[in-house]
């Protein structure tokens, strides 16, 4: 490898790093205004959206520019490849930080409503699929990557609860169908975060092993 490459590659992890914590932070601030009922975060993470598009277009370029002038193959190529494909996964997930702090806003106008639906645990399993799975892209670590892969049929499960529990609510009480759906959106939210969470461990797992994993459940494993 060129000393030209090996400093482009650098470069490139960290503007992937640093789009990895930008984003990684605002989500947390998200999930914290949609706890604490905070206008204030909710602004916080809205205010944010342009940076991490930017950040986005950022690394995408410097991926096509490695592609032009080095030529990378093996596992320099897998690299690339997979850093493209995470970076959109990355910027959806910023996306997806902005709506639910958006429906925060929303919630935040009624502190006297309480929703009875403990969302807590669904909270602390797409903080941690999210976590992980930039730590496994961090470290290169496979073990953690499918780790990953198998909680998001368990964020799947408990948002299906949630909808139940929506629809069950607006039954009983059809005047409050508006705020029921604030909520109903912060749990697509979520599952929809921990689905790009678990698009992120797979590209992780396509540049540790070099084969697709991607609707292959049997492949979630370290050998």
């Keep these: 490898m060129s000393v030209h490459m090996q400093n482009d590659l650098e470069l490139l992890k960290k503007k992937t790093l640093?789009?990895?914590?930008?984003?990684?932070?605002?989500?947390?601030?998200?999930?914290?205004?949609?706890?604490?009922?905070?206008?204030?975060?909710?602004?916080?993470?809205?205010?944010?959206d342009f940076d991490i598009d930017q950040m986005e277009v950022d690394v995408e370029e410097e991926c096509l520019k490695i592609l032009a002038l080095h030529q990378p193959v093996a596992i320099d190529l897998r690299y690339i490849i997979s850093v493209l494909k995470l970076n959109n996964d990355l910027e959806r997930i910023g996306d997806l930080a902005v709506n639910i702090a958006e429906r925060a806003t929303y919630i935040a106008q009624y502190p006297a409503e309480?929703?009875?639906?403990?969302?807590?645990?669904?909270?602390?399993?797409?903080?941690?699929?999210?976590?992980?799975?930039?730590?496994?892209?961090?470290?290169?670590?496979?073990?953690?990557?499918?780790e990953v892969c198998k909680a998001d049929d368990e964020v799947d499960d408990i948002n299906r609860a949630v909808i139940q529990y929506i629809i069950d609510g607006i039954r009983k009480a059809p005047d409050k169908t508006e705020w029921y759906l604030q909520y109903l959106a912060v749990s697509r939210y979520l599952e929809r975060i921990a689905d790009h969470a678990t698009n992120i461990a797979e590209d992780v797992l396509y540049m540790i092993k070099g084969t697709i994993v991607r609707h292959k459940t049997s492949e979630y494993?370290?050998?």
């Design 18 to 48: 640093h789009l990895c914590a930008s984003v990684e932070d605002d989500v947390q601030l998200a999930l914290q205004a949609i706890e604490e009922k905070s206008i204030e975060l909710a602004h916080q993470v809205i205010s944010k």
């Design 114 to 146: 309480r929703f009875g639906f403990d969302l807590s645990d669904m909270l602390t399993k797409v903080r941690y699929m999210l976590k992980s799975s930039l730590d496994s892209l961090v470290n290169m670590d496979q073990r953690l990557a499918v």
């Design 221 to 223: 494993q370290e050998s």
